[in-house]
């Protein structure tokens, strides 16, 4: 074989070897690719009867809802499993409040086939009791959290600086910290997992966030308390529990910029939620 031949010879295998690892699929270019997530709302439980004043500024007193009390999961495409938010679970909540029905936010979790040890994340919108008390049920999990919500609310060994955190859950935050699986986030729009960015204005809390997810083929907004219900955003009318009036209307028309579609925007209690995204069902709802 001539010198010439041998260097086509060597050409055609190697466009053929290409060529096959294309069909294949090949890995190492996978790798480099952005994570995308499937993200789904998870209803652990339902308080009844709620009054909506509470959560739509100006609603007449007499207006009650059965609100859901939810938490987000993040499959990620690269393994990861993250969560917005962990809900609660203590005992003395549970007296309080009288959710009906009531599951804890890792059993609620099951149902969406990820085990408790499995969440490699926690995103923590903000230090309220329904939103942060279900940390520990998630053990190897970093948790993220806004560098100023933290400090406003607690210092480092736990006690309560100022109101809006429980002080169990100030001591358990506290030490998951000590543990080194606290996150502290430094401001606005700051992509902290890749596909998964965080953003502050709210103001439903001191410096409480919302969070914008990556899918396959769109952007999900999680509002989480920014925003309790859909109506909140239909009618530009802020949360009834806001530190800032203007800053949480604008964040909330933010979260419209933010998203593919309005309707990817996910309030942090409102039911309808699962009667927009019914499937797969069980108290989960694919946001899609």
Request: net charge positive; hydrophobic share 45%; charged share 25%.
């Given at each position: 074989m001539t010198r010439l031949a041998r260097r086509r010879a060597a050409m055609v295998l190697l466009v053929s070897s290409a060529l096959v690892a294309v069909a294949a699929g090949n890995p190492t270019r996978r790798s480099a690719e952005p994570p995308t997530y499937e993200v789904y709302a998870i209803r652990y439980a339902t308080i009844p009867a709620f009054r909506l004043s509470g959560l739509i500024?100006?609603?007449?007193?007499?207006?009650?809802?059965?609100?859901?009390?939810?938490?987000?999961?993040?499959?990620?495409?690269?393994?990861?499993?993250?969560?917005?938010?962990?809900?609660?679970?203590?005992?003395?909540?549970?007296?309080?409040?009288?959710?009906?029905?009531?599951?804890?936010?890792?059993?609620?979790?099951?149902?969406a086939g990820v085990k408790p040890e499995e969440i490699t994340d926690v995103i923590i919108s903000h230090v309220h009791w329904d939103h942060l008390d279900g940390i520990d049920l998630f053990p190897k999990a970093r948790v993220w959290i806004q560098r100023e919500e933290f400090d406003y609310y607690l210092d480092s060994a736990g006690t309560v600086k100022n109101r809006a955190i429980d002080p169990g859950d100030a001591k358990v935050l506290a030490q998951i910290a000590r543990e080194g699986r606290v996150m502290l986030v430094d401001g606005d729009a700051k992509e902290i997992i890749p596909g998964i960015t965080v953003y502050t204005g709210g103001k439903h809390t001191f410096a409480s966030q919302f969070a914008s997810v990556h899918t396959a083929s769109s952007t999900v907004v999680i509002a989480s308390d920014n925003m309790y219900l859909y109506e909140n955003l239909a009618r530009h009318v802020p949360i009834a529990q806001t530190l800032d009036t203007a800053s949480n209307l604008r964040a909330q028309a933010r979260m419209v910029t933010l998203a593919s579609d309005p309707r990817l925007i996910v309030p942090g209690h409102d039911p309808d939620v699962f009667v927009r995204f019914p499937t797969p069902g069980n108290g989960v709802a694919r946001i899609q």
């Open positions: 500024a100006g609603a007449d007193t007499s207006r009650r809802l059965d609100i859901a009390m939810m938490v987000w999961l993040l499959k990620g495409s690269d393994g990861r499993k993250v969560l917005v938010d962990a809900g609660f679970h203590r005992d003395d909540f549970v007296q309080r409040w009288h959710p009906n029905p009531f599951a804890t936010p890792a059993e609620a979790v099951a149902r």
